[in-house]
């Protein structure tokens, strides 16, 4: 059983030495994952890799059924995440084609569903730090191993879209502290947390954000910046497989031991 997972978003499709050896559909108590799940292994570690958006790019952000993606993880066995995502550079020091390792969130969206507990039991997981710091370290580790540049800290601010933001907002943003946008990641940390499962993210930042640098945004620029920085990520994530991974220091695994009242 795998005990690694990797979620990815836009222009991030396919993993460079991903040796897929099987594939499994499930469906959960939330209804159905974006795809079938792949299972293969990278640097001798079993995983499974799941597309955000589904194989064809069709499942817009908001619709995204986070809850049963992350249940599907859990099903395989999975303990710890990596979710590899495109942002907005709000930061000005954050420039299209930086790799980040974020380590807080900021949550703009609405309406979506981001818990498991939303019927009588009442829980409350402790997020202040919403990324994983033990699995933040492994990347860390690895960017120093294989050389890939990355920016070790930064807020993401997760909005709702599928609309890209204006450039008040990203103003706004910015005065509440953010340095990169996006509109995944939210869902994904609070899940993971809430099911004890470890989890990080890898952002690449593949654009700035609107009123940043004066003109106007484009989606084929996102996929292309993606695009463009995805045999970087593969060189990180190769070297971060290779890597022994002892038992967590961290208190993801037990998030929930003081969470119920």
């Known amino acids: 059983m795998p005990i690694f997972g990797i979620i990815s978003g836009s222009g991030f499709y396919d993993i460079p030495g991903l040796e897929i050896t099987d594939s499994v559909k499930l469906s959960t108590p939330y209804g159905e994952p974006s795809d079938v799940y792949r299972i293969g292994s990278l640097s001798g570690k079993e995983m499974a890799f799941l597309p955000r958006h589904g194989t064809m790019h069709h499942i817009q952000p908001h619709k995204i059924n986070y809850r049963a993606n992350i249940w599907g993880f859990r099903e395989l066995g999975v303990k710890r995440i990596i979710s590899i995502s495109a942002s907005g550079g709000i930061n000005i020091e954050m420039n299209p084609g930086m790799i980040t ?19 009588d039991e009442v829980v409350h997981i402790d997020l202040t730090e919403p990324f994983c ?10 960017s120093q191993k294989s050389g890939v540049a990355l920016t070790g ?3 993401y601010i997760c909005t709702n879209g599928p609309r890209l933001e204006t450039a008040a907002e990203i103003k706004a943003f910015s005065m509440l502290g953010a340095d990169m946008v996006g509109m995944t990641a939210m869902q994904e940390a609070v899940l993971a947390r809430e099911l004890e499962i470890c989890f990080a993210g890898i952002s ?10 004066g003109k106007r945004l484009s989606a084929a620029e996102v996929v292309e910046t993606m695009q463009g920085s995805s045999e970087k990520v593969s060189l990180l994530l190769k070297d971060f497989f290779a890597l022994d991974f002892p038992e967590p220091a961290c208190s993801c695994w037990k998030a929930l031991k003081d969470a119920r009242i």
Do not use: H, W
């Open 101 to 119: 390792v974020p380590d807080q969130l900021i949550d703009m969206t609405e309406g979506r569903q981001s818990t498991f507990y939303d019927e």
């Open 133 to 142: 710091p033990d699995m933040r370290s492994y990347i860390l580790k690895a």
């Open 153 to 155: 800290t930064g807020v």
């Open 204 to 213: 690449v930042i593949t654009n700035y954000a609107a009123g940043i640098a």
